[in-house]
């Protein structure tokens, strides 16, 4: 039967509609092709660290080769001075660093907003009490006038040290931050004398003892003889590790820097740089 003007208007609205449907389909199709693929874990082949000068350069020469078997190629970049490693890090100049402890990046995250975290363990350098003119804790006369580094993590280390050895007592409740002010008992009337980090080492002719930092007695010709205490290891909260942006905490290559630090022909270096006055912590 021949069709009504009714019905070859709906006939050709069908075709138009499956002419739209299949224009539309096609537009998604193509758009889809020219969007982005999903990003993709960064698998960075070079990657550089923040270290600070001295004995750990030897350390990482070895942590180089180790990294270079698996394909990572590590450039250390040296740093002398420790306020720097962490700003650089967080301005994306260096990939990681491996210079601090816990307590000493916590206060520069409240100082700054750094948004740096823990990748992995490297080592523990118990800090230690050192003199020139007294054999032991005990010899230390009325009045001995003892340094100490005046940074906040590290102030308060030390007079935990000679709290642990009855040199004075510190307020109930004080943390790892405490400062001379919070001293509550000196039973010895020490004069406790606040340096910079860097300094307090080489000022130890001058002084009756100085708490000093491991990597700063070794650069300041100390020997371990020198030592005549030393905080305890176990359960250490001063652990030095190594440290990434919070962002790059996942990537690849994180994990191989970690397992490059991690490993037996590290330590074996690590013992023989360090002789005995740190120890690895993984």
């Known amino acids: 039967m021949p069709k009504t003007v009714l019905q ?40 550089k660290v923040g270290i600070m000068s001295g004995e750990d350069e030897d350390v990482w020469r070895v942590v180089v080769t180790e990294a270079a078997k698996q394909g990572l ?5 040296i740093f002398n001075d420790y306020t720097q490693p962490n700003e650089a890090l967080e301005r994306g100049e260096i990939d990681a660093n491996a210079f601090q402890h816990g307590p000493y990046l916590e206060n520069q995250i409240q100082a700054h907003g750094y948004k740096i975290v823990i990748a992995g363990y490297t080592a523990v350098w118990p800090i230690g009490i050192y003199s020139k003119k007294h054999k032991g804790v005990a010899e ?55 340096l910079d980090a860097g300094i307090v080492g080489r000022t130890v002719d001058d002084l009756d003892a100085a708490v000093v930092n491991t990597n700063w007695a070794l650069q300041s010709g100390l020997a371990i003889e020198d030592r005549i205490a030393q905080e305890t290891i176990e359960n250490n909260p001063y652990r030095n590790f190594i ?40």
């Not at 190629?73 to 970049?77: L, R, Y």
């Not at 030390?158 to 001379?180: F, R, S």
Request: hydrophobic content about 40%; cysteine-free.
């Open 8 to 47: 070859l208007l709906d006939s050709v609205r069908l075709t138009r509609r499956a002419g739209l449907a299949a224009m539309l389909a096609a537009t998604v199709a193509t758009f889809a092709s020219t969007m982005p693929a999903p990003a993709q874990a960064e698998d960075k082949t070079t990657v």
């Open 73 to 77: 190629t590590v450039e250390p970049v």
């Open 140 to 194: 230390l006369p009325e009045g001995a006038v003892i340094g100490v580094p005046n940074d906040p993590s590290n102030e308060g280390r030390a007079l935990l040290v000679l709290q642990e050895q009855g040199v004075i007592k510190l307020k109930e409740g004080t943390g790892i931050l405490a400062t001379v002010a919070d001293v509550a008992e000196n039973p010895k009337n020490v004069e406790i004398k606040e």
């Open 243 to 282: 440290a990434v942006r919070e962002a790059d905490k996942d990537q690849p290559w994180v994990k191989t820097l970690v397992s490059s630090y991690q490993n037996d022909a590290v330590k074996t270096e690590f013992d023989r740089v360090y002789k005995g006055t740190g120890t690895v912590a993984y």
